[in-house]
C-alpha cells in the first residue's frame, strides 16, 4: 500500500471510496458532516434510524451514485464520544481498510489527521490511523494451496493536506509505514508454523533483517553458549533436535546516554517439555515467539528509522520438547553469573532462557532491561487478551514502558513486584526455583526475572495473552498481533528524544 498526500477535501476526491468517522449517539460532524451534505442528509438519517449507531469499528458502506467524485462512502464507528480517543481511531481505520479493500477498493481517501474532536495532535492522528490501516490491511498465515492472489489496497490518500502541512506529513507517514510493516512483520514470523520457524532459521532471519536495516548481529551457538555459561537456555533448549540460539542485535547510533536491551522470548515451539502440555491449544505454542518476533521487528524498524539510541536486541531461542535427552524437573540449573535454579516444572522454560538472556545484555553493558515474552497462562486469567502485564524494579522506567504503550496503542496494566512474593520461589537446594505455584502466577514469573536484571533498570511485559487473537475483528484477522513490537518502537523514540 502507498500512502498519498493530496489537497482535495472529501467532497472532490475521485477514488473507490473515502472514509469518514461518526461517534455514538451524535449526529455527523467534520469530514462525515461534509459527506452527508453531499448525500443529501443520508448519513444524519442512517444515524436517526439507528441503521449507523457509531459503535466502535461499525463500518457502513454507502454508494455515492454520482453525488460524491469517490465511488462509496464508508462511515466507522468511533464508539462513544467520550471514548473516541487514538486507540479507537486505530481500530477504526483498520477495520475501514480491511472492509474496503475486501469490497475490492483500491483507492481509498481520508482525513484522519482531523478524525477526532478535541485536544489529539494532528501528527498523532495521523499515526494511529496509518498504523491501524496496516494493521487491518494484513491479512495473515500462508495462502492456501490453489487461491489466486487476492487483490489489496493500493493508495490510501490523505486528504485535506495543503502543501505545508504535506511536508510535516511526509515524516509522520513514512514513520507510519516503518512501524505498521514492522508489526505485520512480527505477525508473519509468529503465525508460521514450528517446523518452518526454527532457533537456527529465526537467527537466519536476524542476518536478514539486520542486513536490510544496517545492524550489527552476532549468533551465539551451543559450544560458545556452553563456554560463557549459559546454563538455563542450554537446558532447555536440551530436549530438541534443533540447538538453541542466542541472537544478538546492535543498533548504534549514540555511544552517550542509555543502552537499553530489548530481550524477547524466543521459543519457536514450546510444548512443555516433560512437564508436558496438554492437547487441546498445544499448536498455538508456535507463538510462544512472539516476543522475539516484537524485538527482531523493533529493532529492524529502528535501524530503518535511524533512530538516536543505542540499542540491544538479545533473543534466547530454543524449543522446547521431551526427549531422551530433555531437562527435567529437579534439575538444577547454573544461569549466567552463577544464580542455582532448582527446576520445579520444565514448561516454566521462558523465564529460565530469559534468565540468560538478561545476564548476557548486562554483561554487554546495558543501562536498561526490557523483556517481552508470552510467559505465563495466568496473566491471560488476569487480563484476558485485552492487556498485556507490566512488571519492574525502577518506578521511572516502567511509567516510561507505560507511556510508550499509550502512544503504541497497546493496552498494558502494571501489576506489583511486592516482596512477599518473592517467597513463592524460595528452594531449599538452589537460589530459586522456577514455579512460584498457582496464585499471582504472572507476579512470581515477574519476580523469577527480577532476580537476573540485579541492579540494572528493568521491565518485564507478559504478552501471553496479548499476542494472539484467536478469532477475526474487525481491525484485525485472527492469529498473531505483534504484540509488543510497536511499543518497543515508542519506547526507542522516547530515549532518542523524539515525540514518538
Ligand atoms: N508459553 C507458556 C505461557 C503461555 C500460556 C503463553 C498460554 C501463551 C498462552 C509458558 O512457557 C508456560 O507454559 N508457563 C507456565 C508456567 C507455570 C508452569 C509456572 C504456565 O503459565 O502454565
Ligand atoms: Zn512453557
Ligand atoms: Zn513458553
Redesign the pocket.
Known sequence: MEIRLSAESVAEYGGDAVVVAVVEKAAPSGAAAAADERLGGLIGRLVAAGEIKGKQSEVTILHTQGKLPAARVAVVGLGRAEDADLLALRGAMGAAARALRDRGCRRVGVTCHQALPGTARAEHCMRAALEGAYVGLYRGGERKSGQELPEELEELWLLGMAEGPQEAAAAVVRTARVVGEATNYARRLVNLPANQVTPRSLAEEAVEVAKRTGLEVEVLEPPQLRELGLGALLAVGEGSEQPPRLIVLRHHRKRTGPRVAFVGKG?TF?S?GI?I?PTDGMH??KS?MAGAAAVLAAMGAAGELKLEVDLLGVIPAAENLPSGRAYRPGDVLTALGGKTIEVI?T????RLVLADALGYARQLGASHLVDVA?????C?VALGHVAAGVMGNDNEFVEAVLDAGERAGERMWRLPLFPEYRRQLDSKIADLKN?GGRPA?TIT?GWFLREFAGDTAWVHIDI?GTAWSEQDEPHQVEGATGAGTRTLIALAERMAGGTG
Open positions: 521459543l514450546d512443555g512437564s502440555k498455538l505454542m510462544d516444572s514448561d516454566a522454560e521462558g508470552t510467559l505465563t497462562g495466568a491471560v514455579v502466577g514469573g501471553a
